[in-house]
Each structure stands twice: as structure tokens, then as C-alpha cells.
T-cell receptor
Framework: DAGITQSPRHKVTETGTPVTLRCHQT?????MYWYRQDPGHGLRLIHY???????DKGEVSDGYSVSRSKTEDFLLTLESATSSQTSVYFC???????????FGEGSRLTVL | RKEVEQDPGPFNVPEGATVAFNCTYS??????FFWYRQDCRKEPKLLMS???SGNEDGRFTAQLNRASQYISLLIRDSKLSDSATYLC???????????FGTGTSLTVIP
């Protein structure tokens, strides 16, 4: 299995609080992605990174920010969590543009 | 219109059966295609890439039809362990965004 770890794996928080999810990889892959998965929607891209300090928005980026200061770490931040951000968040990595994605185990976030 | 559409199922089949899933995509310029498998409350895992000429991996066969913009997955001799949700994945023509279907649920019955 690809070396991808997400933390925390589970989190319950209250509306309005900031939340940061961390994705750490040991594969030295250039591309990293954050997805959310909700019933009836499949996985939807939030943000992705194509290198250190190089990031771009996905289709559901509102309310989220990301940072990548090192190849191995990609952080997803919810500045002020809302109940609509209750979801399962998956980090994924890819070695090449358009290449196969490998996923972390997911972070389950509940916003009360 | 969704970028990728799949029949959600569920498909309930007996052990040993052959089952096929289809998936349609909207962007004719898409370049990469994949099938992923996702078990309940787990992360998606790559099952196989889909190549233009079609490809096979054991009991699994994937096909791509660019003219009709669909990809298919055929599972032969179904096993209980094949029970999962199968996700169709298509990347954008720029390569840096992937679009996921909502998944097709398969249950293989003893």
C-alpha cells in the first residue's frame, strides 16, 4: 500500500470552529489531492497540489483552504466549520499528471 | 449534466455469475480512465486502469468505447469477496482533475 496517512481519522467539532486535516505521504509523489465523499455525490475534488506551494481549486473549494510547504504534507483547513462540511475527507496522491490515484484511509469529520 | 454517470445498482448476483457495469462520461477529451473498488467505510482502491484497446486482469475485463463515451467493467466467476462498490473514474483533458461516478454497489450472494 502507498504510504499515505491522514490525521485525525475522526473528529467532532462545533460550527464556527477552525479545523485542519493533515495528509502525509512517504512516496515523494508530486501531486496531492483533497476530496470529500458524500452520499449521492461520489468523491468531489476540493483542492489539489502540483508541487510545493503550488495549489489550485477543485469543484467544491468554497470554505476550504490548503497549504503545501513540504512535498510530503498537504494540509486542508476549514476556517470556520459549518454543518454542510460534515463529510468523509480523503487525501490522494499521484506520481504523474493524470496518473493513478492512491488514497489515504480517510478522515471522518462531523460538524455539530 | 454530471461528468461521470453510473448505475448505482444494487447488483445482487450469485457466486460464479458474470456481471457487467457501465459508466458514461461527458468530456470527449478525457484521457485517462480507471475503475476503483471501495469497501464499506474504507478508502477507494485502484482496481484497474482502462486502456483504449481494452485490458484484462484475471477475472476482470475493462473496455473503453470513445465513440460512445463509456467504459465498462466485466467480472467473471464472481466471488463473495467481490462484494463492494465499484467507482468509475475519468480524468479531465488537462489531466489534473479526476471525476468520480457515484459508484455501483455489488453484492455477491452465496
Amino acid at each position: 500500500d502507498a504510504g499515505i496517512t491522514q490525521s485525525p481519522r475522526h473528529k467532532v467539532t462545533e460550527t464556527g470552529t477552525p479545523v485542519t486535516l493533515r495528509c502525509h505521504q512517504t512516496e515523494n509523489h508530486r501531486y496531492m489531492y483533497w476530496y470529500r465523499q458524500d452520499p449521492g455525490h461520489g468523491l468531489r475534488l476540493i483542492h489539489y497540489s502540483y508541487g510545493v506551494k503550488d495549489t489550485d481549486k477543485g469543484e467544491v473549494s468554497d470554505g476550504y483552504s490548503v497549504s503545501r510547504s513540504k512535498t510530503e504534507d498537504f494540509l486542508l483547513t476549514l476556517e470556520s466549520a459549518t454543518s454542510s462540511q460534515t463529510s468523509v475527507y480523503f487525501c490522494a496522491i499521484s506520481e504523474s499528471n493524470g496518473g493513478e490515484l492512491f488514497f489515504g484511509e480517510g478522515s471522518r469529520l462531523t460538524v455539530l | 449534466r454530471k461528468e461521470v454517470e453510473q448505475d448505482p445498482g444494487p447488483f445482487n448476483v450469485p457466486e460464479g455469475a458474470t456481471v457487467a457495469f457501465n459508466c458514461t462520461y461527458s468530456n470527449s477529451a478525457s484521457q485517462s480512465f480507471f475503475w476503483y473498488r471501495q469497501d464499506c467505510r474504507k478508502e477507494p482502491k485502484l482496481l484497474m486502469s482502462v486502456y483504449s484497446s481494452g485490458n484484462e486482469d484475471g477475472r476482470f475485463t475493462a473496455q473503453l468505447n470513445r465513440a460512445s463515451q463509456y467504459i465498462s467493467l466485466l467480472i467473471r466467476d464472481s466471488k463473495l469477496s467481490d462484494s463492494a462498490t465499484y467507482l468509475c473514474v475519468v480524468n479531465s483533458n488537462t489531466g489534473n482533475q479526476f471525476y468520480f461516478g457515484t459508484g455501483t454497489s455489488l453484492t455477491v450472494i452465496p
